[in-house]
């Protein structure tokens, strides 16, 4: 036994180390090929507009919903007669000013739309919307019309038009952003859900 | 008598001769030697590709919850109704789609943030001779150099994400990647059935925007053999 130990302590000195150390490096590249455009996007959409929120300015609310919009200067009017009747021909009452332009309200659907993409020849993508169905029908005959869309993205070429251009943003921060409807409330008579088969708008996403 | 000595002399000849013969045709003679070949100190070989480019396809990192329109562009359609009661802002009437719970859940076969890229059989070690308290071992380390420099195209940025250890992933006696472990300890194979491996680098495309190829000055990691 004692003879092994010495004889191990030998091969430990001729050895000249405790241990043998080898130590290499590598460089790497990443070569991202190709192209990718993700489009994400809500499909099915219900906006509530309470009426209260088109209430005339400038009238007195009688109750929530009931407003008296009356104008205070002297009107005076010549009367004639005809027919046995005593004609005072005064015009129609001005239209009260509302909030939103009726003929022509935008609506903006917020956050409705994500893009994530990368690649491309130019590290650019447009994003562009075409109007769908342009009347929505509720009950009765009270409709109202579509008469504008375009996508908005703070920052973009172009923006609030029909087709915006951005930078890609890669794919794991999204570029977010609404689209704007623009609606002609004119036939809108009634509540209720005003709808139509099929769709409003389409988006279109591409990679340029 | 001197003659005589003379005359047996080719008789003697012809004796060696005889048996000289008679030896090669059905006899033997064998020795045994014993020889011990001593190998003295340690050895340990590092074999690795110094220099790597990796390629990869956009597509495979689409997302798997989405639909292809084509190869490359993607609708992601949320088609739950949702609802939202407008807010009047100025002459706008705005509804708001909150997107958090909605647009944002693209599934992605990878984590972006903390991708893991496998780097297959990038080394193969030899080693013999360890003599450590463990035996005929060695242990092969990794270590990211520079990780908070990330590689770059540009303004984009591929990043070596810090959020895992990077890994040494073993390959087992089939070939087959083992586990995901860092090799340490391991038993000397000798040097003529090399223990190959690969290295686990984890990648962060928060900041990727560019296709093309990402790169920086230096190296990546560093590979270190000890023989124990």
Known sequence: MKTKMIALSAALLASGSVFAQAVGETTLDINLTGELAILSYYSTLQVDLPLTQLAPTGCTADTANDFECATAALQTATATVSGGNINAGFTAPPAPTFPVVLTNAPLILQNVWAVRSIGGATANATLAVTQGNVNLTGPGASAIGIIAAAVQSAGSTNDDTATITFADPGLVVPRVGNVRLNLDLTNATRSGVHAAAGSEYTLTLTNI | ?228
Request: net charge positive; proline share 5%; aromatic share 4%.
């Open chain 2, 1 to 228: 008598m001197r003659y005589k000595q003379r005359c047996k002399l080719p008789a003697l000849v012809a004796v060696a001769l005889g048996i000289g013969l008679s030896s090669a045709a059905w006899s033997a003679a064998t020795g045994n030697s014993s020889t011990a070949l001593n190998l003295t100190g340690r050895l340990a070989v590092l074999s690795y590709y110094s220099n790597l480019a990796v390629d990869l396809p956009l597509t495979q990192l689409a997302p798997t919850n989405c639909t292809a329109d084509t190869p490359n562009d993607f609708e992601c359609a949320n088609t739950a109704l949702r609802t939202r009661t407008t807010t009047r802002v100025g002459g706008e009437l705005r509804a708001n789609f909150n997107p958090v719970t909605g647009l944002l859940n693209v599934n992605f076969p990878v984590n972006l943030i903390n991708a893991p890229l496998i780097l297959q059989n990038v080394w193969a070690v030899r080693t013999i001779g360890g003599t450590g308290l463990l035996g005929a071992t060695s242990s092969l380390t990794l270590a990211l150099l520079n990780p908070l420099t990330p590689l770059s195209n540009g303004a984009s940025q591929v990043g070596l994400a810090t959020l895992s250890v990077p890994g040494l992933i073993h390959n087992d006696t089939s070939g087959v990647i083992g586990n995901n472990t860092p090799v340490t300890g391991f038993t000397d194979a000798g040097l003529v059935n090399a223990r190959t491996g690969s290295v686990r680098i984890n990648l962060n495309f928060l900041n990727t925007t560019l296709s093309g190829n990402h790169t920086r000055a230096g190296s990546e990691y560093r590979l270190t053999l000890t023989n124990l």
